[in-house]
């Protein structure tokens, strides 16, 4: 057999699975009066083997989200050049001794959590010379286990981070995609229903 034969099936699925999750977020959206178009998917590709990526590339998906830098980095540097109207969403929480290759790498950081994130961040956006657009990650749930700001400091801290007039609000994965449409998401993260389930993480090494 071919390579060519087969990735045949893995492109196909995902492209289904794609349009369907596109449908959806549609049906979603009509269903509360709003616009499909006012709702970004992102793509959520993590764990997930790049030939999955490609195949959701190769279907006109530009828009990914990704958790882990260094997963990134090793996919989408090579990946990257190629598509110019890619956008590279971070979704993951960030050390703020990755803050570097967060701003060289992604177009939107999703996770600025903290005070001293947000400062690590500005320092390096002035450095390169490049403005990611930033989301504050506000823990709706407050869940100790789970990062973000807590909804009473949300807005002391953006008036800190002097990103005040948010216009836009990321949530939802793909077991409540739908529900986060309803209630004014503007982006919606979603890996599994697209990709597939994704594979257990090796154990990490040592
Ligand atoms: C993994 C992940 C997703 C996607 O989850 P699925 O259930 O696979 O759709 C969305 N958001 C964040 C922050 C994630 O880490």
Known sequence: MTGRAEQAPVVDEVEA???AVRERIAAAARAV???P???TLVAVGKAQPDERVRAALAAGQRVFGENYVQEAKARWSPLGASWPDLQLHMIGPIQTNKAKDVVALF???ETVDRPKLAEVLAREMARQDRRPACFVQVNTGEEAQKAGVWPADADRFIEAAARNGLAMLSMGMSADFEVAVQ???THVRVGSA???ARPPRPA???
Do not use: K, M
């Open 17 to 19: 699975n794609l349009r």
């Open 183 to 185: 209630f004014g998401a």
């Open 107 to 109: 177009d939107v950081i």
């Open 33 to 35: 009066g709003r616009a």
């Open 194 to 196: 697209i990709f597939g």
């Open 37 to 39: 178009a006012e709702v």
């Open 204 to 206: 990490p090494a040592g």
